[in-house]
């Protein structure tokens, strides 16, 4: 979560590979995006002033197992 | 030269790994598996996300530590890796093995080592012919299981490569066998055919053992396993709910252990498995009623564990979240339902000790919120001193 400098983007911070994102200012809540760093699926779940919060999306794929 | 976690998602097992990693001073590389395309062509390799090119994380890699949380993707990168001349942990020979209930089974029994009888029949439950016209196989599949194991006693049905308990089904009676056999249709998690297994009579726990091999040095089973326990459904995974405890392992069930690791991981410098075992109990030495108020009491003193594990703090601060969770669990721990049921199941092994047989080898096992806690044991530290062990 940062403040964005450019107004056209925000800026957010990869959760899982700590990757600086811009994410279009024109994105929704609930959209998900993907990081350019490490490809992960990542939800918006909250902007506010120009702060973006993104999470991992919990997929659980049929095969995945210890 | 280094070790690099390779994953999918991460998840509290591959945070903890990196804790861990930071703690004992290991530098660890990241390698995003999922969304990374490899290149192979007469320039070479690359791999690249569509942001980031991670060649050259591939290239000062020595040693992968597979954390890939899909079975297949998990095995692909394992051959993937070491085509590229990495060092794997674990193997692509040890992935091809535990990928499959079956194949763990055969290498088992071949050395002798316990495991529930089990029928494996080649043919899938129905078959297309090229009319379109299906085949029904069912009945056969069923008479075939029948004939080896009685229905009266329960025949397990399980998916070859699944986890979680999905697609474990018990039948006790020909009809739902028959039902059970529809539902095992080839699929990710089975491939072919159907596989049958006796029901074992394991009361109300099963055991999480977990045994590993550095290079250069003996296979070791740590002696403290990981109960789970319920009455709740026979099978006791805890994603189904179920609770967790401590269990003390007698010697012969150590060296037993021992001996499925080094067969399981024969012909391979290093090697670590979690392995499921079930112990046949002939004398349930306790009165029922009383574990199962236990359970009920211990479930109570479990839900503060499983409000901290439900906290996104998780997500912003590992290590804090970390110690709210070792604390809520010493407190689950030290509860006096807690040792009453560890009592039973510790005493119950101690007089079945004869009576185990193994029956799966988890390649890649979850290890922080249960295993760690209950056992003593930070998976993650014998992973990355293995993962140490096999760069020369
Ligand atoms: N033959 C059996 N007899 C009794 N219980 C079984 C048997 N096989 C599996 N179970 C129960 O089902 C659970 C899941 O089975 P398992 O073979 O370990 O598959 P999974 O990959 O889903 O963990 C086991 O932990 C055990 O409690
Ligand atoms: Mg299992
Ligand atoms: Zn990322």
Same mark, same amino acid.
């Given at each position: 979560?940062?403040?964005?400098?450019n107004?056209?983007?925000?800026k957010?911070?990869?959760p899982?590979?700590?990757?600086?994102?811009?994410?279009?200012?024109?994105?929704? +809540?609930?959209?998900i +995006?993907s990081?350019?760093?490490?490809?992960l699926?990542?939800?918006?779940?909250?902007?506010?002033?120009g702060? +973006?919060?993104?999470?991992?999306?919990?997929?659980?794929?049929?095969?995945?197992?210890e | 030269?280094s070790i690099a976690?390779?994953?999918?998602?991460?998840?509290?097992?591959?945070?903890? #790994?990196?804790?861990?990693?930071?703690?004992?001073?290991?530098?660890?590389n990241?390698i995003?598996f999922? *969304?990374?395309?490899?290149?192979?062509?007469k320039?070479?390799?690359?791999? *690249?996300?569509?942001?980031?090119?991670?060649?050259d994380?591939?290239n000062?890699?020595?040693?992968?530590?597979?954390?890939a949380?899909?079975?297949?993707r998990?095995?692909?990168?394992?051959?993937?890796?070491?085509a590229?001349?990495?060092?794997?942990?674990n193997?692509s020979?040890?992935?091809?093995?535990c990928?499959?209930?079956?194949?763990?089974?055969?290498k088992?029994?071949?050395?002798?080592?316990?495991?529930?009888?089990?029928v494996?029949?080649?043919?899938d439950?129905?078959?297309?012919?090229?009319n379109?016209r299906?085949?029904?196989n069912e009945?056969?599949?069923?008479?075939l299981?029948?004939?080896?194991i009685?229905?009266?006693?329960g025949?397990v049905?399980?998916?070859?490569a699944?986890t979680?308990?999905k697609? #474990?089904?018990?039948?006790?009676?020909?009809?739902e066998?028959i039902d059970?056999?529809?539902?095992?249709?080839?699929?990710?998690?089975?491939?072919?055919?159907?596989?049958?297994q006796?029901?074992?009579?394991?009361?109300?726990?099963?055991?999480?053992?977990?045994?590993?091999?550095?290079?250069g040095?003996?296979?070791?089973?740590?002696?403290?396993?990981?109960a789970?326990?319920?009455?709740?459904?026979?099978?006791?995974?805890?994603?189904?709910?179920?609770?967790?405890?401590?269990?003390?392992?007698p010697?012969?069930?150590?060296?037993?252990?021992?001996?499925?690791g080094?067969?399981?991981?024969?012909?391979?410098?290093a090697?670590?498995?979690?392995? %499921?075992?079930?112990?046949?109990?002939?004398?349930?030495?306790?009165?029922?009623?009383?574990i199962?108020?236990?359970?009920d009491?211990?479930?109570?003193?479990?839900?503060?564990v499983?409000?901290?594990?439900?906290?996104?703090?998780?997500?912003?601060d590992?290590?804090?979240w970390?110690?709210k969770?070792?604390?809520?669990?010493?407190?689950?721990?030290?509860?006096?339902?807690?040792? *009453?049921?560890?009592?039973?199941?510790?005493e119950n #092994?101690?007089n079945n000790? %004869?009576?185990?047989?193994?029956h799966?080898?988890?390649?890649?096992?979850?290890?922080?919120?249960?295993t760690?806690?209950?056992?003593g044991l930070?998976?993650?530290?014998?992973?990355? *001193?293995?993962?140490?062990s096999?760069i020369?």
């Amino acid at each position: 979560m940062t403040n964005s400098t450019n107004p056209n983007t925000f800026k957010a911070k990869c959760p899982d590979c700590d990757a600086e994102l811009e994410i279009s200012s024109d994105t929704e +809540v609930s959209e998900i +995006v993907s990081c350019s760093g490490c490809g992960l699926e990542l939800e918006v779940k909250s902007i506010r002033d120009g702060c +973006v919060d993104l999470q991992e999306l919990t997929i659980e794929g049929e095969d995945w197992g210890e | 030269m280094s070790i690099a976690l390779l994953y999918e998602r991460s998840e509290n097992d591959e945070a903890g #790994i990196k804790h861990t990693a930071q703690q004992l001073g290991i530098d660890l590389n990241f390698i995003p598996f999922r *969304k990374i395309a490899l290149t192979i062509s007469k320039e070479g390799f690359t791999a *690249k996300t569509k942001g980031k090119d991670y060649t050259d994380v591939f290239n000062q890699t020595v040693v992968v530590l597979n954390r890939a949380q899909s079975k297949n993707r998990r095995l692909q990168a394992s051959y993937i890796m070491e085509a590229l001349g990495k060092k794997t942990l674990n193997t692509s020979q040890v992935e091809f093995t535990c990928y499959s209930k079956l194949r763990t089974l055969l290498k088992l029994w071949k050395a002798g080592l316990p495991v529930p009888k089990t029928v494996f029949v080649p043919c899938d439950a129905s078959d297309f012919m090229k009319n379109h016209r299906e085949i029904h196989n069912e009945n056969d599949i069923a008479d075939l299981f029948q004939a080896e194991i009685p229905i009266d006693d329960g025949i397990v049905i399980k998916a070859d490569a699944g986890t979680h308990g999905k697609m #474990i089904m018990l039948s006790k009676t020909r009809e739902e066998l028959i039902d059970n056999i529809k539902k095992t249709k080839p699929n990710i998690i089975n491939p072919i055919g159907v596989v049958a297994q006796e029901l074992i009579n394991k009361w109300f726990y099963d055991l999480r053992i977990i045994v590993y091999k550095e290079k250069g040095k003996q296979a070791i089973c740590h002696n403290k396993a990981l109960a789970r326990a319920g009455f709740k459904d026979f099978r006791t995974n805890t994603f189904l709910g179920n609770l967790v405890f401590e269990a003390n392992l007698p010697t012969n069930v150590l060296d037993l252990a021992v001996k499925c690791g080094n067969t399981l991981g024969e012909g391979n410098d290093a090697w670590i498995f979690a392995l %499921d075992a079930m112990v046949n109990v002939s004398d349930k030495h306790v009165d029922e009623a009383f574990i199962k108020a236990q359970l009920d009491f211990a479930a109570q003193e479990y839900l503060p564990v499983q409000k901290v594990k439900a906290a996104e703090t998780r997500l912003t601060d590992f290590s804090a979240w970390n110690t709210k969770l070792e604390q809520a669990f010493s407190m689950y721990a030290n509860s006096s339902s807690y040792q *009453k049921v560890k009592n039973v199941i510790d005493e119950n #092994i101690a007089n079945n000790r %004869d009576a185990l047989v193994f029956h799966e080898a988890n390649s890649c096992p979850e290890f922080w919120e249960n295993t760690r806690l209950v056992t003593g044991l930070n998976v993650a530290v014998p992973l990355l *001193k293995t993962a140490q062990s096999l760069i020369d």
